[in-house]
C-alpha cells in the first residue's frame, strides 16, 4: 500500500504538527520515529533523556491510536532504515520538521537529503521554531518570528492512517549503551504531562515568575519548568507563546501573573535566537565562535578539577550543592547553570567543551542549540557578549541567605553554624571538630583560592580580548549573530511621526 512518510523527531505531538496535516492531505499516512544507536552512543546523551523520549513516544502512540493509527518504531541509522522502508512500499514524499541539533544530526540530515536526491524523493521539512535555514543575517530575524509566532496552531488532522499492528516496543536504555543512573526526581515525558505544566504555570505559577526565577529556592516552581517538553516536542513552541499571551491578556492590571507573563514570552523568543546561531554555525558544538579565542584554556586542562566539579567537591558549597540537585532532578535554574560554568571556566580554568558535554547529559532539558551557544557565552569566547563571572560566595549569600537549599542538599553541611556555612574551610578547626564536619576529610576543601584564579582567569581572557585582530573580528560575528530589536515607533524628529526606525543592536 502506498502511503506518505512521517518521520517524527524532536515533535512529538499530534497538535501544531505540520508535517503530519501536510502529508495527510496527500494520502494515507505512515508514522515513524527512528531509534538511531549512533546519536544514543554520543558524548551529549544520557538515560534520562532517552527514558523522558520513551515515555513521550508511548503518550504519542496511544494518541495516534486512538484516532486509528499509531507509532511505528524502527531502530537503526536513520539512511538504513528509510531505505528498508522504501524497499517495502516505494512513498512518494518524506515529511518531517527542520532539526537544530548536535553536530551527528546535522550530519545525519545531510546524509537523508543525499539519499532522497538519489531515488528522486522529495523531503518536505517545516520549520517549528523561529529558526531561518541559510539566514544571511539578522536583520529581519525578529519579524519573521513574530510572524511565525502568529500563525494559527494547527488543529491535528483527519486522515487515512496506516494503523500499527504490533504494541509498542522500545529498547532498553543499556542496550544503546546508555548507563547513567536516571535522576529519580527528573519530570517524566509525554504531551498531557506538559500541558498539565503549562496550565499550572500559566494560571498559578506565573505570578512569582518575575523576582523568583533567580533563587535556586524558588526557581523549582517560579520557573515555567517546560523546558523539557520544548525539547522533545511535546508542545509546540508557537503553542505556548499563544497561550501565554491569551492570558496575559484575559489577566486584570495588577495581577502579578502579568509581569511574569510578559518577562516569559521574552525569553520564549530569546530561546529561538540561541538556537540560531547554532543552526547557522553547526560547529558551535566544537569551536570557538570567535576563532582569536582559541587556545585560550586547551592546554591548561586540569582532570583533577573537572574530576572534583563533576562529583560535586570543589569545596564551593553552592557550587556543590547545585550537582547534587542535578544528580537527583536532572534540572537547574538558569543563574545556577550559569554559575556553574564561570566556575569551571575561570578559577577553575576549565575549557567550555568538556565542560559542557558533562551538562549535557545532566540537563534533561537539553537542546544543542541553546546548550552551546550559553556554554560559549558564559564561557567567553563569543567575543561580543560582557564578560560573565559569578563568584559562588556571593551567589549563595545574595539567594541561599538562609542556606536552606546549600543544606538540603549537602546533608554534612546541616551541622556547621550560619556565618561559616558557605566559606566553612574558614572555620576554626577546633569548631570543625565539635561540628564534626571536618574540612578536607568530611567535606572537601576548595580547589584553588577563588579570588586569585577568578582574578588570574580574567586577565588572561582581557589579554586575548585587547588584541588588534581580535577586535577586528568582532564585527563580522555582530552581523552573524548578533540579535536586532524590533523597529520600534519614536516621538516625531526629522524623520514624520509614524516611520520605523531601526534601534540599536543588543548584544
Not at 510572524?147 to 488532522?157: F, N, V
Not at 559569578?390 to 551567589?395: H, L, R, T, V
Not at 573580528?473 to 549573530?481: L, R
Amino acid at each position: 500500500m502506498s502511503y506518505h512518510l512521517v518521520w517524527f523527531k524532536r515533535d512529538l505531538r499530534v497538535h501544531d504538527h505540520a508535517p503530519l496535516l501536510h502529508a495527510s492531505r496527500n494520502g494515507p499516512v505512515l508514522c515513524v520515529f527512528i531509534i538511531e544507536p549512533s546519536l544514543w552512543a554520543a558524548a551529549d546523551a544520557a538515560t534520562q533523556h532517552y527514558l523522558f523520549l520513551r515515555e513521550s513516544l508511548f503518550d504519542l502512540d496511544a494518541v495516534l491510536r486512538k484516532r486509528g493509527g499509531g507509532l511505528r518504531i524502527e531502530v537503526g541509522e536513520a539512511v538504513d532504515v528509510l531505505e528498508r522502508l522504501w524497499q517495502e512500499s516505494a512513498f512518494p514524499a518524506l515529511y518531517s520538521h527542520q532539526e537544530t541539533g548536535n553536530w551527528l544530526s546535522f550530519q545525519r540530515d545531510l546524509a537523508v537529503q543525499r539519499w532522497c536526491r538519489a531515488r528522486n524523493l522529495k523531503w518536505h521539512e517545516f520549520a517549528q521554531f523561529g529558526v531561518v535555514r541559510r539566514l544571511k543575517n539578522r536583520d529581519l530575524w525578529k519579524v519573521h518570528w513574530e510572524a511565525l509566532m502568529a500563525e494559527p496552531c494547527l488543529d491535528p488532522p483527519s486522515c487515512d492512517w496506516i494503523a500499527a499492528s504490533e504494541p509498542l516496543i522500545l529498547p532498553e536504555p543499556q542496550s544503546l549503551g546508555l548507563i547513567q543512573p536516571d535522576p529519580p526526581l527528573r519530570q517524566k515525558g509525554g504531551r498531557r504531562q506538559g500541558i498539565d505544566t503549562l496550565r499550572d504555570f500559566l494560571f498559578d505559577r506565573s505570578g512569582s515568575y518575575r523576582g523568583g526565577i533567580s533563587s535556586p529556592l524558588s526557581a523549582p516552581t517560579a520557573c515555567s519548568r517546560l523546558s523539557a517538553y520544548l525539547a522533545f516536542g511535546c508542545l509546540s513552541l508557537r503553542e505556548v507563546v499563544q497561550a501565554t499571551r491569551r492570558q496575559l491578556y484575559a489577566l486584570p492590571r495588577g495581577d502579578a501573573r502579568r509581569a511574569g507573563l510578559t518577562a516569559f514570552v521574552s525569553r520564549l523568543y530569546w530561546h529561538c535566537h540561541f538556537m540560531q546561531k547554532l543552526e547557522s554555525e553547526p560547529e558551535l558544538e566544537f569551536a570557538n565562535q570567535h576563532r582569536g579565542y582559541d587556545g585560550l584554556r586547551e592546554a591548561d586542562w586540569t582532570p583533577a578539577h573537572f574530576q572534583a566539579l563533576t562529583a560535586g567537591r570543589t569545596g564551593w558549597p553552592l557550587v556543590d550543592a547545585c550537582v547534587a540537585m542535578l544528580n537527583q532532578t536532572g534540572w537547574l535554574n538558569f543563574r545556577m547553570r550559569a554559575m556553574l560554568v564561570s566556575v569551571a571556566s575561570y578559577p577553575l580554568w576549565l575549557h567550555w567543551q568538556p565542560v559542557g558535554t558533562w551538562l549535557a547529559q545532566q540537563f534533561l532539558d537539553y537542546e544543542p542549540g541553546i546548550h552551546w551557544s550559553q556554554m560559549q557565552m558564559q564561557a567567553g569566547t563569543t567575543g561580543i557578549n560582557t564578560t560573565r563571572v559569578y563568584n559562588p560566595i556571593k551567589q549563595a549569600r545574595d539567594h541561599d541567605p538562609q542556606g536552606h537549599f546549600v543544606r538540603h542538599w549537602l546533608p554534612a553541611l546541616r551541622r556547621v553554624p550560619p556565618e561559616w556555612l558557605f566559606e566553612p574551610w574558614r572555620m576554626p578547626l577546633k569548631l570543625q571538630q565539635q561540628c564534626g564536619v571536618v574540612v578536607d576529610v568530611d567535606i572537601a576543601a576548595p580547589l584553588v583560592d577563588l579570588e586569585w584564579a577568578t582574578r588570574q582567569a580574567k586577565a588572561r581572557l582581557y589579554q586575548v580580548r585587547g588584541r588588534a585582530e581580535v577586535k577586528a573580528a568582532k564585527a563580522a560575528i555582530v552581523e552573524k549573530h548578533g540579535s536586532r530589536k524590533l523597529p520600534t515607533r519614536r516621538r516625531k524628529t526629522k524623520v514624520e511621526a509614524g516611520d520605523w526606525v531601526q534601534t540599536q543592536l543588543e548584544f
